[in-house]
């Protein structure tokens, strides 16, 4: 396979809106050890590279944003068995999947699933890391518990309602409107109610027959917190997905202290190579069988690399079901 010496990217051109996502040559970075080269044809975007844009390059000093892709093998670094030039996959990546090649630690790469296309294989890591890695490793839900994610119809959301319910978990979502409340219910919550109910908290109490939730997955930076704390169950778990730009939370201490509920949070792109290698491990064992099966991402829109900015403008909106892809042409 000949791979040029440089690539179109998408890069931050500076901190604003999606005008600041601009085309620019990169070069193409050769695998180090342990790492794979990806020609890439299809990448997701994602509300971590909404703000990423809005801050600028990332802290880790990259300019070009998304985390997951799909595309061919196009070169292996050392030590790197497994795999060989021209095999479809697909990979949760440290930034840069908004370019033509993108460098993915080997355990962070799957095969893409025969049944999916480019696009729906590229939808799939950061849903299914993001969930797993929160749910069953930070939070450990157990299937005689209830669990609840805010955003049941995001990208990552709505791929964490088909798998978690695929495998018996007992799973209720939230949403903004009631076709996305409904649209909760096709993707395999047990329940789903507007977010913005005044009585949220008392209709999650009632789904789960009293048992309230164990484990919740807040992405909206604590906006229904006194919900949240009223159908938590005791020793139940919050962890956040967003920090709201820096926004804080006012904490009741004492509805803490009679349920013993604890609040954390985590950021996947961090995490150490080690612990996502782990959830790599558990996604292969439990998720990749149900792909084409039980799990299958619903598509929102695909826009070509060159209008990225339109991409985020849309996800902006909020009025999306689903996954919003970037399609790449091939070099």
């Given amino acids: 396979m000949h791979i040029p010496k440089t690539q179109t990217a998408i890069v931050i051109s500076g901190p604003g809106g ?5 085309p620019r040559e990169l070069p193409v970075e050769t695998p180090g050890a342990g790492d794979i080269l990806i020609r890439v044809t299809a990448a997701g975007i994602n509300r971590h590279d909404i703000h990423q844009r809005a801050s600028g390059k990332h802290s880790d000093g990259r300019a070009v944003p998304g985390l997951e892709v799909c595309g061919t093998v196009a070169a292996l670094g050392s ?9 479809r996959v697909m990979a949760l990546v440290p930034g840069g999947g908004y370019g033509q090649y993108v460098i993915a630690p080997a355990p962070l790469v799957m095969p893409a699933p025969d049944g999916f296309s480019d696009i729906e294989a590229a939808a799939i890591p950061e849903a299914v890391f993001t969930t797993w890695w929160n749910f069953f490793h930070l939070m450990s839900l157990q299937k005689d518990q209830f669990a609840l994610f805010h955003g049941g119809t995001s990208g ?9 319910s695929a495998l018996g978990y007992n799973v209720i979502a ?9 649209a909760c219910g096709d993707f395999g919550a047990m329940a789903a109610f507007s977010y913005d109910d005044p009585e949220l908290a008392t209709k999650v109490m009632e789904a789960t027959g009293g048992a309230g939730i164990s484990t919740l997955l807040d992405v909206s930076a604590g906006a229904h917190l006194a919900q949240d704390l009223a159908m938590m169950a005791p020793d139940g778990t ?11 939370l006012d904490l009741p201490v004492r509805d803490l202290m009679a349920k013993r509920i ?4 985590s950021l996947l792109r961090p995490l150490p190579l080690d612990r996502k290698s782990q959830v790599a491990d558990a996604i292969r064992r439990d998720v990749w069988p149900l792909l084409g099966t039980r799990v299958r991402p619903s598509i929102a829109q695909v826009f070509p690399l060159t209008d990225a900015a339109a991409a985020h403008a849309m996800m902006e909106t909020g009025s ?10 091939p070099d």
Wanted: net charge positive.
């Fill in 79 to 87: 030590g790197v068995t497994g795999m060989t030039q021209g095999d």
């Fill in 320 to 329: 999306h079901i689903g996954k919003i892809m970037l399609r790449l042409t």
């Fill in 18 to 22: 999606p005008d600041v996502l601009v």
């Fill in 156 to 164: 990552v959301g709505h791929i964490a309602l088909q798998a978690m």
């Fill in 262 to 265: 604890r609040i954390t949070g």
């Fill in 174 to 182: 939230t949403a903004g409107s009631a076709q996305k409340v409904a």
């Fill in 238 to 248: 919050i962890a956040h997905l967003s920090g709201g730009g820096g926004s804080t």
